[in-house]
């Protein structure tokens, strides 16, 4: 029976075969055709519903007919240059911070310290097991030591220079935490895509020194993961909210909760312009990440492959 | 070939001492195999060039690691070790000295409390759930398809989607879904029993991220899937249904369940959506701890929020458990 119906149902529909692609029979595709159109069509619904709805809500008034108040009277309400600037300078600094410390690492760990690969790997991974909420309950009970315990001691200067408020620097801590695993799977599957130490050994046997190795060779052959993990932290720290609001900062994502209140328009607008800026910085990232890499790429393939013969 | 005979010169070069005789002894080795033939003769000069640099180069390369190492040792650790400490101690108010009690967690496991940690994986358990069958559902759709714009679409769509949670998703549901919601007042859900400020609201909301990422996790295993594979089962007879069965759901099990526990992981972690939410009308860990820790409860709470955060803990704990194993035998499969 089994064996009978797929036979009857190829045999029926074949006298349309351009429909089908060589290796798919025509019978099992027809059916597909609907479910797939179903299962698109209400998902791309409940994507975009609360989009439009959103939109909608923050541009019409019932019984006020349209404006766009909510817009414009984002950039002079208050706090929110501030706590906007504050977040960006938080995300850079995360970026920089993040790359800084994972790059060298991995790239080591590829080159010359196999043995430590486990020990990066887990390092980094393991923030994904601690919930930000968890995180910050550590973190604070640490940030109470200070007042408590070493009031008398030079390091309360660095518990207080630390938690300033204009620039709090246990928030890039955190986040650069909490962005390390992100930041490895990125740089990970772009250094296991290139053979590091080939490059790196035919460079240097070209007489490249190590700074030139590292910035011109290693880096370039990266930049779509590192736009990448660049991306997935700027998004992170964007919209963080646990950790800045319970040790009591008020970045981006705060301002908008405590807005809320008293500017319903008006957050939710915020946030739908933070998702467009969001899909915006993605598109630019991805195309900063893939176009120069493909076109100068294709330039530097050759350059690669025609150093690692005159080695040999 | 090629890269699995230079990974063990890379290996043994850098292991002290030894490193001269080692590395030509298996760069020696497999001359037979044709890719190495051009390494065989290079081997031995590279080694007489570089082979003392190549001694001294590990131990400097070594410190290359150590600021990541020292900077989560310091910046993750120490949070870390606090919670655990405080979870399991108690420090007496009038003379200072702490003792070991195991008073936090169990209060942790009581009460509220353990209210909170079974409505939070009951949540998380519910929405990975139906997350995982929606995302399978999306990502076969797309793969089925062959439309590459329809794919880049929503391969993009879904990796903002996926970042779109927190504060930012809970005002644009509001928005649509709350009170005075659009489509709330549109199709006078109200009268129909809707609230979103609830266990089912909460779940449509989270949905909304966790789709994406399903789809995300899904659609390369579902592109491994071999058409091969489906014409062989075709050939032996085999329906669409027993291909499913037999054949694809087998090999795509693992990424399934891999799939679903990083899903319950991500539900299990919110706090800014459900905060933005619901405030504390459903009872969720990670509301509680945020309560306990700013003090909106009990003065003296902050220690049940540690246990409560050690528990969390150790639940992301297991999950990530199940999870790496999964991940790895699914990339052997399908690769």
């Known amino acids: 029976m089994a064996a009978m119906t797929p036979s009857a149902r190829e045999a029926a529909p074949k006298p349309d075969p351009d429909a089908a692609p060589a290796a798919r029979p025509v019978g099992p595709r027809r059916r597909p055709r609907l479910w797939r159109g179903a299962v698109l069509g209400l998902g791309g619904a409940y994507f975009l519903v609360p989009l439009v709805a959103s939109f909608v809500f923050t541009v019409h008034t019932p019984g006020q007919g349209v404006s766009f108040e909510a817009y414009t009277a984002l950039l002079s309400a208050d706090g929110f240059a501030e706590s906007l600037a504050l977040s960006l300078g938080l995300a850079a600094a995360t970026i920089a911070l993040a790359l800084l410390l994972a790059v060298p690492a991995l790239v080591a760990v590829r080159l010359g310290a196999p043995r430590l690969r486990p020990v990066v790997e887990v390092m980094c991974m393991l923030p994904l097991v601690v919930p930000p909420i968890a995180l910050v309950t550590g973190i604070s009970t640490v940030l109470r030591w200070g007042p408590e315990h070493l009031s008398r001691t030079p390091l309360y200067q660095t518990f207080l220079a630390v938690q300033n408020e204009s620039f709090p620097v246990v928030l890039v801590l955190a986040y650069t935490v909490m962005a390390l695993p992100f930041v490895y799977r990125s740089l990970d599957a772009g250094l296991r895509a290139v053979d590091v130490p080939t490059l790196v050994e035919a460079a240097r046997s070209c007489g490249a020194s190590r700074s030139y190795v590292m910035f011109r060779v290693v880096l370039p052959n990266l930049r779509s993961s590192l736009a990448g993990a660049a991306f997935l932290t700027l998004a992170l720290v964007l919209g963080e909210f646990t950790i800045a609001s319970l040790l009591g900062f008020r970045p981006f994502a705060v301002w908008i909760v405590s807005i809320s209140g008293a500017h319903a328009r008006m957050s939710v607008a915020v946030s739908l312009l933070s998702l467009i800026i969001t899909w915006l910085l993605l598109l630019a990232l991805s195309r900063a990440g893939t176009a120069p890499t493909s076109t100068p790429g294709g330039a530097r393939a050759p350059r690669t492959s025609r150093t690692s013969p005159k080695e040999s | ?335």
């Open chain 2, 1 to 335: 070939m090629s890269s699995a005979s230079s990974t063990p010169t890379e290996g043994t070069g850098p292991t002290e001492g030894t490193a001269p005789t080692e590395g030509t002894g298996p760069a020696g080795t497999p001359v037979p195999v044709v890719d190495d033939v051009p390494l065989a003769d290079t081997a031995p000069l590279d080694r007489a060039a570089g082979g003392t640099r190549r001694r001294r180069r590990g131990p400097r390369i070594w410190l290359a690691a150590l600021p990541l190492i020292a900077f989560t040792g310091l910046c993750f650790g120490l949070p870390l070790g606090a919670l655990l400490y405080g979870a399991v101690t108690r420090t007496d108010p009038d003379t200072g000295a702490t003792a070991l009690t195991g008073e936090h967690l169990s209060r942790s496991l009581q009460g509220p409390y353990l209210g909170s940690l079974v409505g939070s994986v009951q949540l998380s358990a519910v929405t990975a759930l139906i997350a995982s069958v929606l995302g399978v559902l999306i990502a076969q759709a797309v793969v089925t398809s062959r439309s590459q714009a329809l794919r880049n679409a929503v391969l993009t769509a879904s990796g903002v989607l996926a970042n779109f949670g927190g504060v930012p998703l809970a005002f644009a549901f509001i928005a649509t879904l709350g009170i005075s919601g659009v489509v709330t007042r549109l199709g006078d859900l109200t009268s129909l029993g809707w609230n979103l400020y609830s266990f089912t609201g909460l779940a449509v909301v989270y949905l909304y991220f966790l789709v994406p990422l399903m789809v995300l996790v899904i659609l390369p295993a579902l592109d491994g899937l071999r058409p091969q594979w489906r014409e062989a089962a075709q050939n032996a007879g085999a329906g669409s249904l027993r291909y499913w069965r037999h054949v694809a759901l087998p090999v795509l099990a693992p990424s399934l369940l891999g799939g679903f526990v990083l899903l319950f992981g991500s539900a299990f972690a919110a706090h800014a959506t459900a905060a933005a939410l619901v405030g504390g009308s459903v009872p969720l860990v990670t509301l509680k701890i945020a309560d306990a820790l700013s003090g909106n409860v009990l003065v003296g709470q902050e220690n049940v929020a540690l246990a409560l955060g050690l528990d969390m803990i150790l639940i992301a704990g297991l999950v990530m458990a199940v999870y790496l194993p999964l991940q790895r035998r699914s990339a052997r499969w399908l690769r």
